[in-house]
């Protein structure tokens, strides 16, 4: 069985400071991880994922998320938010086995004030 | 490379009514996935076809939902009757194999039970 737990479901930042928006998640078996952003109306579109290779891993605009084995998470993160960052964004995973469906977590919603 | 199209973009019925989602994933993608998407919720697998074959549909209702794939292209997702809790944003996917990273969301039919 897998599991994602997104620890916020709402994250307020300022326009040009650090995004972190955290995860941790539960797979039977080495898992793929990734980071999915939703802006209103909109589909779901990528920003990164991780499927075994480098533990830090980078994404498009700018993000990006380190695998930790050790702590089960799968943290997103992002040095200076902009107001275009503001969305949903879902934790994701897969376990490698099985059917390889995909486990959203609940989303977290980022907040960007100028 | 064209998207997933799906099609009604939103559709508002009375309770005990049926309805009716349709997917064109993206040519060759050979696995085909329906979400489910709660307001405020991330996305719940419904049923993952593998050509016109369904791989998992563990998690959908089959007492009032069901799904076709025919041809393995385009795909059908029907509820019938509707319920209010049935309110909800229906996604549909695609992807290359079942093992690929090359996951593709449309963006979404908006279900509105009333």
């Known amino acids: 069985a897998q599991s994602v737990t997104q620890l916020d479901s709402h994250v307020s930042v300022s326009e040009g400071t650090p995004v972190l928006l955290r995860c941790n998640y539960s797979?039977?078996?080495?898992?793929?991880l990734f980071w999915y952003v939703q802006h209103p109306n909109k589909g779901l579109q990528l920003l990164l994922k991780?499927?075994?290779?480098?533990?830090l891993v980078k994404g498009i605009n700018g993000f990006e998320a380190e695998f930790k084995k050790s702590e089960t998470s799968f943290h997103l993160t992002k040095p200076s938010a902009h107001m275009s960052d503001a969305a949903e964004y879902f934790c994701?995973?897969?376990?490698?086995?099985?059917?390889?469906?995909?486990?959203f977590g609940k989303g977290t919603m980022l907040l960007v004030s100028p | 490379e064209a998207g997933v199209a799906q099609s009604p973009r939103y559709k508002i019925i009375e309770k005990r009514q049926s309805v009716a989602f349709w997917c064109n994933p993206i040519?060759?993608?050979?696995?085909l996935y329906w979400y489910q998407q709660i307001l405020g919720q991330g996305p719940k697998l419904l049923i993952q076809?593998?050509?016109?074959?369904?791989?998992?549909d563990s998690q959908l209702p089959k007492d009032r939902f069901s799904a076709e794939r025919l041809k393995g292209v385009d795909s059908t997702l029907k509820i019938q009757p509707a319920k209010l809790e049935d309110s909800a944003v229906y996604l549909c996917?695609?992807?290359?194999?079942?093992?690929?990273?090359?996951?593709?969301f449309g963006s979404g039919t908006r279900l509105t039970v009333v």
């Open positions: 996917a695609s992807s290359p194999t079942r093992g690929s990273y090359g996951y593709t």
């Open positions: 797979s039977s078996y080495s898992p793929s």
């Open positions: 991780y499927t075994s290779a480098a533990t």
């Open positions: 994701v995973v897969r376990d490698n086995s099985g059917y390889s469906t995909l486990t």
């Open positions: 040519s060759g993608h050979a696995t």
């Open positions: 076809f593998q050509n016109n074959g369904v791989v998992d």
